[in-house]
């Protein structure tokens, strides 16, 4: 055996080790991502076909892959090889095509959502469920109050005509603070910008992340199709000697 062929080996086994180190961490920020989105999961349609939602899973399957490719290499198995190629190839593929179609889809999603969500807020409920819980972790989160703005508020069917805004638009929280106010003053209280804006931008921001580390993922994986291509070619050619 050649001492560049074990050169190339143990280069191709450190280089798959580093992609599945790499791959873990992916999973686990993508899915801190994930975690973090939550709360706006009706800007963003299904709530588990997210750009997150698919970086994770073409982490995952990289690395299982990383692990095949170790074992290819280091025991010289070239259906491991083969079948590490071909994997990766269609990982590589469709970890393209599902982030930049989620990424296209966002503009009509939040098209779609907003409306359903100004219709959410009509229909506010004086019980807790889970619109509320979310609108008002939201509104205390981001420090915002309804969709486009606090007059939102005004058509909801619980305070049948009434310029009132639950207790969470108010910046010093209290009972009843929400109904301290008219139609054109705020009096201080409350926060007047709609939360509509600021959440799609954390969704941009999340999205801009995931597109980078999806072009690190691809990058990376690319590299990886392109050696064991070269590993897979030595071995057939060395065999054919014997």
Same mark, same amino acid.
């Given at each position: 055996?050649?001492?560049?062929?074990?050169?190339?080996?143990?280069?191709?086994?450190?280089?798959?080790?580093?992609? $599945?180190?790499?791959?873990?961490?992916?999973?686990? $920020?993508?899915?801190?991502?994930?975690?973090?989105?939550?709360?706006?999961?009706?800007?963003? /349609?299904? &709530?588990?076909?997210?750009?997150?939602?698919?970086?994770?899973?073409?982490?995952?399957?990289?690395?299982?892959?990383? =692990?095949?490719?170790?074992?290819?290499?280091?025991?010289?198995?070239?259906?491991?090889?083969?079948?590490?190629?071909?994997?990766?190839?269609?990982?590589?593929?469709?970890?393209?095509?599902?982030?930049?179609?989620?990424?296209?889809?966002?503009?009509?999603?939040?098209?779609?959502?907003?409306?359903?969500?100004?219709?959410?807020?009509?229909?506010?409920?004086?019980?807790?469920?889970?619109?509320?819980?979310?609108?008002?972790?939201?509104?205390?989160?981001?420090?915002?109050?309804?969709?486009?703005?606090?007059?939102?508020?005004?058509?909801?069917?619980?305070?049948?005509?009434?310029?009132?805004?639950?207790?969470?638009?108010?910046?010093?929280?209290?009972?009843?603070?929400?109904?301290?106010?008219?139609?054109?003053?705020?009096? /201080?209280?409350?926060?007047?910008?709609?939360?509509?804006?600021?959440?799609?931008?954390?969704?941009?921001?999340?999205?801009?992340?995931?597109?980078? =580390?999806?072009?690190?993922?691809?990058?990376?994986? /690319?590299?990886?199709?392109?050696?064991?291509?070269?590993?897979?070619?030595?071995?057939? &050619?060395?065999?054919?000697?014997?």
């Amino acid at each position: 055996m050649s001492s560049n062929y074990m050169l190339f080996r143990y280069v191709f086994s450190i280089i798959n080790i580093c992609f $599945f180190a790499l791959a873990v961490a992916i999973v686990i $920020f993508s899915w801190l991502l994930h975690l973090k989105s939550s709360d706006y999961s009706p800007l963003m /349609g299904n &709530q588990w076909f997210t750009a997150p939602v698919v970086l994770i899973i073409s982490a995952k399957c990289s690395m299982l892959l990383g =692990l095949i490719g170790c074992l290819g290499a280091w025991f010289e198995k070239k259906p491991l090889l083969f079948i590490y190629i071909i994997t990766m190839i269609i990982i590589f593929a469709g970890l393209l095509v599902g982030v930049v179609f989620v990424i296209a889809l966002n503009e009509r999603i939040a098209i779609s959502a907003r409306k359903e969500l100004l219709n959410n807020i009509h229909q506010y409920p004086n019980q807790e469920n889970t619109f509320r819980i979310k609108m008002d972790a939201i509104q205390r989160r981001l420090d915002c109050c309804g969709i486009d703005e606090y007059r939102d508020w005004f058509n909801a069917d619980i305070w049948s005509g009434q310029t009132y805004v639950p207790d969470t638009c108010c910046i010093e929280e209290k009972l009843d603070c929400g109904k301290q106010i008219n139609i054109n003053e705020t009096n /201080g209280l409350i926060y007047t910008d709609g939360c509509f804006n600021m959440i799609q931008m954390e969704i941009n921001r999340n999205l801009m992340i995931v597109g980078i =580390l999806s072009f690190v993922l691809v990058f990376v994986e /690319g590299f990886c199709i392109v050696a064991a291509l070269g590993l897979l070619c030595y071995l057939r &050619q060395r065999d054919s000697y014997i």
